[in-house]
C-alpha cells in the first residue's frame, strides 16, 4: 500500500497523508561532540505515539564527509596542512579516545589539525569550520540570502555530501515531510540550501523547519510570505505538538517526552564515549535577567519531575552506555540538584546552575560531587553587586564567593560566564570584575568572557540610542549606544590588553580548550 496519494494537478502540492513518514535532519554546521538533542526528543515522541520516522545527523556525517578528502594540490608544500591531512583520521579517532584527553597539548593539536583541515577545504569566501560556518557572500541574518542558499544549493560546500545522502534517503523511506532542526545561525545556509535541493528534486513532500533560531527569529521569518513555497511550516519552541498536528496524528493517550538516540550514531561523535544530552526543563526557573533572550521571547518555564528526569536517565543510561551526561537546561532546579545529589545515577554529568545558597552547603557540594557532578557552569556575569542589581540577576556576590570556594572544595570543576559591556556597566565596573576574577583565580578552571549584545526584541532597549547590528532582516541583536561611554571597541581593548594577561587570570585563559570549550572541559576537570 503507499504512503501517500498525491493530487493529480501537478500545480497542487498538497499532499493527503495516509501513512506519514517524517525524516528529521540536522544540518551543518555545529559542534560534532554529542549527539543532537532536538530531534532525539522528538524521536522519542515520535516513538511514543508509534509514528514512522528516520533520523539524519547530517552534520556530523558532512563534516566526516569532508574530512575524508585528500590534500588539494595548491597546498602540496605547506608543512603543517600536509602532516594535517595525513594525519587526520587519526587525530579523529584520538578524540574519541580518552587517551587523549590526559594530554591538553596534544589535545589542542589534534583539534587545530582537524579544524587546519577544513579551513584548507573551505572554497574561496567560505569558513568551515568544525563549530561554525561562514560566507562572504551570503549572510544568514537576510532572508534575501536565505532564498539565493536554496535556488543555488549546488554553492553550497555540502552539497556532493547532501545531494547524495538525501537522494539516497528519501528514495529509500519515502517520506511524506522533512523537518530541518535550525538551532545555530552556522547551520542556516546550509540549512536552506539543504531545502531548495528538496524542493526542487522530490515532488509533494512537506518541508517543516524549527529549532532555536526559528523561534529566535520568531513572526519576521514568516512576514509577507518570503519564504513560501520552500517551507511549509515554521515551528517555533517545543515542537512535540506542533508536529504532530502538522502530521495529522492524535496524542489522546499522552506520550512519553524521553528523548531517544536509538536512530543516530552514537560511536562517531568526537568525544571519548558518548555525551548524552537532555533537558529537563524548557525557559528559565529564575526568567528575570534584564535583555535575557529567554524573557523577551516570552518563554515559559516547563520542569519535570525530578522523579521523572531520574528515571528517564536511568533508562537512557541502560540503552546508550554514555560517558558523560550533558545536562541542557538553562538553569538546573535547585530541586532536581538535590535529587541528582541523593541518586547516583552512576555516570558523571555536568550543567548550568545559578549561584545561590544551595550550593555552599559544603556537605551538599560534596554528595553533589559524590553522585557523578563532574563540573557546573555559573553565569556570575559580573563582578560589581550594583551592574547585577541593575541587571536583576537575583544574586550577591558574597554568596558567589562562597559557592566557588565551596565547589573548589568539593573537587567540583567550575566554568564561570562573565559578561562585559552592559548598559550599567562601565570601566570602573570592569575593573571589579576583573579584581573578582583575581580573589578567586585559584576557584575558576575555565573563563567565557562574552561581550553583551542587545537583544533585538527586548523591550528594555527602549530608553537607549539603538542602531542597527547589521543589514539582515533577521538579526537577532542591535546595536546601541552605551549610556555609559563604555562601548565595544574600549571593552574589547580592556579584555585583550589587560583583564586576560593579568598573571592570576592568564593561566585559566591558558586552559581554554579550542572549539569544543565547555563540551569537552568535564574529560579535563
Known amino acids: 500500500m503507499k504512503q501517500t496519494r498525491r493530487c493529480t494537478d501537478r500545480r497542487e502540492k498538497k499532499q493527503l497523508i495516509i501513512d506519514p513518514l517524517i525524516l528529521l535532519i540536522h544540518p551543518p554546521s555545529a559542534k560534532p561532540s554529542e549527539p543532537p538533542a532536538g530531534i532525539a526528543r522528538l524521536s522519542g515522541f515520535l516513538d511514543s505515539l508509534g509514528c ?49 584527553y590526559r594530554n591538553r597539548d596534544r589535545y589542542r593539536r589534534a583539534v587545530r589539525d582537524i579544524a587546519r583541515v577544513l579551513s584548507v577545504l573551505s572554497p574561496e569566501g567560505i569558513s568551515i569550520g568544525l563549530a561554525d560556518y561562514e560566507q562572504t557572500t551570503l549572510s544568514p541574518l537576510r532572508s534575501r540570502d536565505l ?14 555530501y547532501f545531494s547524495f545522502r538525501l537522494r539516497q534517503m528519501i528514495n529509500e523511506l519515502q517520506p511524506s515531510h522533512i523537518g530541518l532542526s535550525l538551532n545555530y545561525i552556522s547551520q542556516a545556509l546550509t540549512a536552506f540550501a539543504m531545502a531548495g535541493f528538496i524542493r526542487r528534486n522530490f ?10 533560531l526559528v523561534t529566535s527569529w520568531g513572526d519576521r521569518i514568516r512576514t509577507e510570505g518570503r519564504f513560501s513555497g520552500l517551507i511549509d511550516h515554521f515551528v517555533s519552541g517545543p515542537g512535540e505538538e506542533q508536529l504532530i498536528r502538522i502530521l495529522g496524528i492524535n496524542n489522546e493517550t499522552g506520550a512519553c517526552l524521553r528523548p531517544s538516540y536509538k536512530k543516530l550514531p552514537g560511536n562517531l561523535y568526537l568525544s571519548p564515549g558518548l555525551i548524552l544530552p537532555y533537558s529537563a526543563s524548557t525557559g528559565c526557573y529564575w526568567n528575570r535577567c534584564d535583555f535575557c533572550p529567554e524573557k523577551a521571547e516570552g518563554s515559559r518555564y516547563v520542569p519535570m519531575k525530578p522523579e521523572k528526569v531520574m528515571t528517564d536517565l536511568n533508562i537512557l543510561k541502560q540503552e546508550t552506555n554514555p560517558a558523560l551526561i550533558h545536562l541542557l537546561d538553562n538553569a538546573v532546579s535547585p530541586a532536581l540538584l538535590e535529587r541528582l545529589s541523593v541518586n547516583d545515577i552512576g555516570i558523571p554529568w555536568y550543567g548550568f546552575a545559578r549561584v545561590n545558597r544551595q550550593l555552599t552547603d559544603p556537605d551538599f557540594c560534596r554528595q553533589l560531587k559524590r553522585s557523578g557532578c563532574r563540573m557546573l557552569k ?52 570592569a575593573r571589579k570584575t576583573l579584581s573578582f576574577t583575581v580573589q578567586h583565580s585559584e576557584c575558576i578552571d575555565y573563563l567565557n568572557l562574552a561581550i553583551f549584545n542587545m537583544p533585538i526584541c527586548s523591550g528594555s532597549a527602549s530608553g537607549l540610542e539603538t542602531r542597527g547590528f547589521s543589514e539582515g532582516d533577521l538579526s537577532l541583536y542591535t546595536d546601541f549606544v552605551h549610556p555609559l561611554g563604555w562601548n565595544r571597541k574600549k571593552v574589547r581593548a580592556f579584555l585583550d590588553r589587560e583583564f586576560k594577561k593579568h598573571p592570576a587570570v592568564s593561566p585559566i585563559i591558558r586552559r581554554e580548550l579550542p572549539v569544543f570549550t565547555s563540551n569537552h572541559a568535564p574529560f579535563f576537570v
Request: net charge negative.
Open 378 to 429: 555559573l553565569g556570575i556575569e559580573s563582578g560589581d553587586q550594583d551592574v547585577l542589581d541593575r541587571l536583576d540577576k537575583g544574586m550577591d556576590l558574597n554568596t558567589a564567593s562562597k559557592v566557588l570556594r565551596t565547589l573548589k572544595n568539593a573537587g567540583i570543576g567550575t566554568y564561570v560566564y562573565l559578561l562585559f559591556g552592559t548598559p550599567p556597566e562601565d570601566e570602573a565596573s
Open 203 to 212: 515532488y509533494g513532500i512537506q518541508i517543516i523547519m524549527g529549532g532555536g
Open 147 to 160: 532564498l539565493y542558499a536554496s535556488e543555488h544549493p549546488e554553492q553550497n560546500p555540502f552539497f556532493a
Open 52 to 100: 514512522r520516522h528516520a533520523l539524519l545527523d547530517a552534520n556530523l556525517e558532512g563534516l566526516l564527509h569532508l574530512l575524508n578528502a585528500n590534500l588539494p594540490d595548491k597546498t602540496a608544500g605547506d608543512t603543517w596542512t600536509k602532516r594535517a591531512f595525513r594525519d587526520c583520521a587519526q587525530n579523529i579517532a584520538s578524540l574519541r579516545s580518552a587517551e587523549l
